[in-house]
């Protein structure tokens, strides 16, 4: 559902939202509840067609869409990004960094280059994408929204190489939050669960074993990309006008199950015993 349904439909009218990835998925899902809410919005992301597609749909919501091809592992490319950016649509007033890479491979068989292709597409992306625009955001007052995960705070099987890198997008954004507080800038993450329909879920769990990970979410549903919008267009707006350096876990409470099939197991065991 998007925003639309809860907020002044012209929140963001006169402001400009770029979201890095923002071609698909949940940062295409945030990139749209912005636009729904009047923002012009640019994007970037590897493939011209995805692109293409993407800015289709936040047209169709009425934004003014500014779309760059950019890997964000490229700096000179996303200070070309940002330009054009800013010429189409003005200074960016709120930064999302949700460009990432993930796939599941034991620690032992990762080899140091697939270790650092995701460390460069999470973690120095978010790091080039701050820095590209660190100017406008200067002159706007603006915000940063990083995309973590719950991988940064608890350890994941086969996800050594994600967990170091949204590690450390948590703590470049509250390094920036610190440093860039003095030109009026907010740092903040979003800690986004198990969206339904996402390329990450792809990667991460087989789709015939869904039930049994509803089961471990403690408010019994997977997230949708709305979800994680939502969170975005809080924390990009007024009324989180105070709120820097923060983590917002939006995951139905997942985190909260630990080893979600341990706490499965026992409650099948507690079930036994009571029945
Ligand atoms: C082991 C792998 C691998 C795999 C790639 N590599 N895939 N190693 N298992 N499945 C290794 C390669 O062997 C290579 O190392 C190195 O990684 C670089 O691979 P390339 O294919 O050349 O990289 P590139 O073309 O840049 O592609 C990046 C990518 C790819 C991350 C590997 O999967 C990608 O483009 N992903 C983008 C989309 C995506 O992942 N979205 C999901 C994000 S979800 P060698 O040593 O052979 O050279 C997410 C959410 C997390 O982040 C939390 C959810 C709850």
């Known amino acids: 559902m998007l925003v639309t349904r809860y907020l002044a439909n012209d929140l963001f009218a006169g402001k400009t939202v770029f979201v890095t990835g923002g071609s698909s998925g949940i940062n295409l899902g945030v990139a749209k509840n912005f636009a ?35 890997d964000v592992r490229d700096f000179g490319a ?16 709120v930064l999302v960094c949700g460009a990432a890479g993930n796939f599941l491979v034991p620690a032992e068989k990762l080899s140091p280059n697939g270790f650092k292709t995701v460390i460069d597409i999470d973690l120095l992306g978010a790091f080039n994408a701050s820095r590209a625009a660190f ?61 339904e329909g996402t390329e990450g879920m792809k990667r991460l769990w087989s789709p015939e074993r869904q039930e049994e990970f509803i089961d471990a979410i403690p408010l019994r549903r997977m997230g949708t990309v709305d979800d994680i919008g939502q969170s975005a267009v809080f924390l990009a707006s007024p009324l ?28 099948q065991m507690l079930r036994a015993h009571e029945g």
């Open 78 to 93: 996303l200070e070309v990004a940002f330009a054009k950016s800013r010429a189409e649509l003005g200074p960016v007033d």
């Open 135 to 195: 100017e406008q955001l200067k002159e706007t007052h603006g915000a940063i929204i990083y995309i973590s995960a719950g991988m940064a705070y608890m350890p994941y099987a086969f996800q050594v190489h994600v967990g170091a890198a949204k590690a450390g997008i948590d703590m470049l954004m509250r390094n920036l939050a610190l440093e860039w507080g003095r030109y009026g800038i907010r740092t903040n993450s979003i800690v986004p669960g198990p969206i």
């Open 36 to 70: 729904a809410l009047g923002a012009s919005v640019g994007i970037c992301g590897r493939t011209q067609e995805k692109l293409d597609s993407a800015a289709t749909e936040l047209r169709a919501l009425g934004a003014t869409v500014c779309a760059v091809v950019a």
């Open 240 to 267: 989180a006008s105070y709120i820097s350096g923060c983590v917002l876990v939006c995951d139905g409470g997942q985190n909260l199950s630990g080893s979600a099939l341990f706490n499965i197991g026992a409650e």
